[in-house]
């Protein structure tokens, strides 16, 4: 079975903390996504990547960045978070054109 | 118009009933199609594909309308563990594999 793992499934943090949301894959798929999901806003695209060390901004990529050194790991980067990013972040994964799998999420608060 | 748009309901069903929900999108490169099930809190999870021929497991049936551009879901003899969120996913072909989210649509069965 394909596995995507978030390492980090519920944090708390303080406005102005850096944050970082792990993502690992186990298929060796070439796409990777972090998204967010908020109440009635459905999925929004934050950031993805098609290859190691490629990223392309999704729809909402302000006040974040991300990093894939390798091509099972993409990470997620707030700099400063700030209160109106709490929200569920999820991560996922997938060949071109095929299903997409998705993390179990993460559900980040900022105080 | 969002590419993908889908109803948000709820759709309020008593168990045993067949609903059916559609799904529009307004790119006509479009290449494939998904219907993900997301329960409350969890990440999305893959229900089935949608092929051009139309495709179906167990009760549930997916078809594709390409001149019309929508994507329909039926679930018959509905039982109380459908209900959940209903994500249409469309891919378009060609460049960076984005694949693209409706906003779901929310079924309630009820005893």
């Known amino acids: 079975d394909v596995k995507v793992t978030q390492s980090s499934r519920y944090l708390v943090k303080r406005t102005g903390e850096k944050v970082f949301l792990e993502c690992v894959q186990d298929?060796?798929?070439?796409?990777m996504f972090w998204y967010r999901q908020d109440p009635g806003l459905g999925l929004r695209l934050i950031y993805f990547s098609y290859d190691v060390k490629m990223k392309e901004k999704g729809d909402i990529p302000e006040g974040y960045s991300v990093s894939r050194e390798k091509k099972e790991r993409f990470s997620l980067i707030l700099e400063s978070a700030s209160t109106n990013q709490t929200s569920m972040y999820l991560c996922?994964?997938?060949?071109?054109?095929?299903?997409?799998?998705f993390g179990e999420g993460s559900w980040l608060t900022v105080v | 118009r969002k590419e993908v748009e889908q109803d948000p309901g709820p759709f309020n069903v008593p168990e045993g009933a067949t609903v059916a929900f559609n799904c529009t999108y307004s790119?006509?490169?479009?290449?494939?199609f998904f219907w993900y099930r997301q329960d409350c809190r969890k990440e999305p999870k893959l229900l089935m594909s949608?092929?051009?021929s139309g495709n179906e497991d167990g009760r549930f049936t997916a078809q594709l309308n390409r001149a019309s551009q929508y994507i329909s879901l039926l679930i018959r003899d509905s039982k109380l563990s459908d209900s959940a969120t209903y994500l249409c996913v469309v891919t378009k072909s060609g460049g960076s594999y984005i694949p693209t989210f409706g906003r779901g649509t929310s079924l309630i069965v009820h005893p």
């Open positions: 298929m060796d798929h070439e796409n």
């Open positions: 949608v092929y051009s």
């Open positions: 996922a994964s997938s060949f071109s054109g095929n299903t997409i799998y």
């Open positions: 790119n006509s490169a479009s290449q494939s």
